[in-house]
């Protein structure tokens, strides 16, 4: 399967979520602008303190400006 279960073992005393998909939308708007959206749905299959959602969310942005910064390098 495409889970790849393997590289983590199961541990009876954590919880394993699913992210059903996930990816950025990519809308040129004019030469000089451009819309990302990022969509993800994800089932936690339990609870996730908000310090660690928190964070998840920072990464993504980070990587949000991580691509602006290699476009205005091209």
Do not use: C, H, M
């Not at 393997?6 to 990519?26: H, T, Y």
Request: aromatic share 10%; glycine share 6%; net charge negative.
């Amino acid at each position: 399967t495409d889970d790849r279960e393997d590289l983590v073992p199961l541990n009876p005393e954590l919880v394993r979520g699913a992210v059903s998909i996930a990816g950025w939308k990519i809308e040129p708007l004019s030469p000089s602008r451009t819309r990302f959206t990022y969509l993800s749905e994800i089932d936690f299959r339990g609870y996730v303190p908000n310090f660690i959602l928190t964070q998840g969310f920072k990464d993504i942005a980070r990587d949000l400006i991580n691509v602006q910064d290699l476009v205005l390098r091209v």
